[in-house]
């Protein structure tokens, strides 16, 4: 055991290598090496995937003198993908030795060995995906006119984080999904992982319906196998929600870059973010002040990023036009605000007064068309 440990102590410095300037040197039968390498490793993890004592050694051997514990046992089962996508990656790969790689992951699947017979297909999608990262991007779109990029991306994410679940131990594994997803978003712009987080909640929101309609799943069109498969992935959609609300300064962000529509439409599916979204709301709310000379509410404080009257009044407008709870709830939350402010029925006296009276009357106007 302990010559297999010093082997898989060696997989840290085989990526490595993999992704530096080193690979220029290398030909076609050391390409072939790295590969039997990774598909020995592979076969590690299938062989010791169910002895729970053997899997924790194994873990702790490839956390060793790293940085930090990028590397765990779940990594040695994907170990062709991970050398295949860093090698893809590294342009400083001879030609020679490139064209073998590409017809090592362009081989039929039935020639390929392992209980994954379609992961290297897979691994194609995904490097696609990953290529898409560098487009530039547009202004957020509706949730019903998602860019293929962005799709794209959650997807993937969604795949990855289904993986991590699998191949978790039981004790780490809500931590250890939360860990991973903190370490892929916070390398994307801020903007740009709110988007994804997003997407990718709305995939699973749509997912179900998406594969009875048309019919997607594994032998479907959809980007990978383990599409979203619903409201039913908690332990999909568990981390997305902890990484949003788990920091109140990242969810205000998120709440802010976002459209008011898809914000209500994701809290109209998933009830942790309706209560926390209103909140927030509210806490924006409270810092208009009515301007008598403009006749309006204006921002107290021009450098905060809070949102306007008018802004603040369309995110209201969005809840009340969600699902008959999520309406409920709202117009419970205003009803209680102005209460509280003393229930005046005049404009100017309390932006929930003023607030309600808005949304009431855009609510019996769309009733009446």
Known sequence: MEAVLEQVGQLPALLAVSRSALVRDWDSLTLDRALEWARYFQHLHD????????????????????PSPQLGFPHLGRCPQLLGLALLENRALPPAACRRL???????????????????VLLARRKAACRLLALPRGPPR????????LQAEAQLLLSRLRE??????????????????????????QPRAFEVAAAALLLLRQGSGAEQAGGGGRDGNSLDGNQASGTGDGSVAGPL???????????????????????ASLAGHYPQLSRPYLDLLTSWGSHLLYDPLQGQWVKSCFDEAELSWDELRER???????????????????????????????????????????VEEYLRKAAER
């Open 316 to 358: 209201f407008t969005c809840l009340c036009q969600g699902s008959a709870l999520l309406k409920g709830q709202t117009q419970a939350a205003l009803k209680l605000l102005k209460a509280q402010e003393g229930d005046f029925k005049v404009c100017g006296l309390s932006v929930w007064t003023d607030l309600l009276m808005e």
């Open 142 to 149: 509706p949730p019903e006119r998602m860019e293929p990029q």
């Open 47 to 66: 062989r010791f995937r169910t002895r729970p004592r053997l899997r924790e050694a194994l873990g702790r051997r490839l956390r060793r003198g790293q």
């Open 102 to 120: 590409i017809h090592s992951l362009l081989q039929s699947p039935g020639a390929e060995a392992g209980p994954e017979p379609r992961s290297l």
């Open 164 to 189: 991590e679940a699998q191949e978790a131990e039981p004790a780490e594994e809500a931590a250890g999904r939360l860990r991973w997803l903190s370490g892929v978003l916070e390398q994307l712009s």
């Open 241 to 263: 929600l902890s990484w949003l609300l788990g920091n109140l300064e990242r969810f205000s962000a998120f709440c802010l870059f976002l459209p008011g529509s898809l914000l």
